[in-house]
């Protein structure tokens, strides 16, 4: 499908348990009335009614009490055919108004039935219940009540489809910014994320036995079929000819695109048809669903790019120098677990290792003669070599994707009493970045050899990070630096 050469049709051989139901569940009515006779009637007058295709299941009750307790938060009913004078003169209007205030249901739609009119006028019954019809027994022949019934249905099937779009398109607009702000390196649980959303747009309808047994969201790469979200179980098949979006009643099939390419499809297999309702918005969502799949690729593709351009500058930087290249990467994990030791978020701290990378680019601009210089270095020498943390802010820009690599260039020499350069920031105003990256780049200075020194024992290393905690470094930043190395977490590090 991605190319005009290669069409990939999806048939579900699903190993199921679904009945062969091609057909929508029953209007569910109830009839409340204390008259049994009443009851019987009503049933055998409305035995053959359809209505969209689906047939009445019709539920008695001979009190207002029994029906009360019919009726559940979930009871599924849409239409209420009831009597007025039952276990009191009133019973009928009270378990209106309990269905409408306790209950707060406003979607069933109800009909006053009364032998007595006298006992509940029908202007005053209008007036003070929300009732959505008034009939007297004696005026509802066969004719009018099927009348009756079918006008209550269709208003109930209209409310229903407006609630439903409603309930849908806030389920998208609730799910949307979740899945554009998505972390790019969890691609499967966006993908999750996504199918449990799905299965709650079509949950959506007037049906509560609609049931997804098996369904899943799958994508296309090259020329398989990668199944990323759902449930039950299924094989694939790829064959000719392309794809359709209708299979069966009872199964739904919507590609993924982004642009004209699919990219991936949504199968479901449910019990019952779809509400076509519920098919479109599973289309709109699907839609955005792709727009947001394309803006996290399109981030993931520049993320890579920023980590490759802070990768190649890296290497830059240990061309100029032998000892670089480990040191780095020392670096970047040493970096990484005390930002994670001192509570900083998982993605920052991701952040500040690759960062990190490029604490030392500015010893680029300084001569080789100097770098390698195999003793200590003279005052000229050091204030020379110092020059490279200003040098490393010149080269990097400050730019939003660059800004924290710049900091830890141009400020992982400052110290903590306001003593280092090139800036002599103190304390706080020094960036969180640099003041982890300057206890890792000391430490690991410390334990491995350099041209003009041996490496010191990691005891003795130790000791010192913990003789400058206050001075040189941030008091927090070391706390979290003993921890580690209590936990052995530098045990490989020296070399």
Known sequence: MSTPKRTLQLKAKVASSLPEVTSQPPWKVLVVDDDADVISITRLNLRLFTFAGRPLMLVAASSAQ??????????????????????????????VRYIRETLGDQRIRLVIRTGQPGLAPERYVIDHFDIDDYKEKSELSAQKLYTTV????????????????????????????RMYLHPLDSFEEFYSGVFTQILGLCHLGANSSVRIANGFLAMFQKDEILIKAGVGEARLDKTDPPMEENITPTETIIPLRIREEVIGLLYLEHAHPLDPLAVHLLRIFTGQVCVALQSLRVQQELRQAHASAIQMLSEAAEAKDANTGEHIQRI?????????ALGVEPDLAEMYAEASQLHDIGKIGIPDQILNKPGPLDKEEFSRISTHAHIGGLIIKDEKNFRIARQIALYHHEKWDGSGYPEGLRGENIPLAARIVSVADVFDALVNCRPYKHAWRMEDAVNEIRRLSGKSFDPRVVGAFEGLYVAGAFADLAR
């Open 66 to 95: 029994e029906a009360r307790e019919l009726l559940t938060p979930a009871h599924g009913f849409a239409l209420g055919l009831i009597d007025v004078v039952m276990e009191s003169d009133d019973a009928g209007l009270q378990l």
């Open 332 to 340: 970047v994990s040493l970096t990484r677990q005390l930002s994670l």
């Open 150 to 177: 079918r006008l209550a249905l269709k208003s109930y099937r209209d409310l229903t489809t407006i609630d439903m779009a409603r309930q849908g398109l806030e389920a998208i607009l609730e799910a949307a910014p």
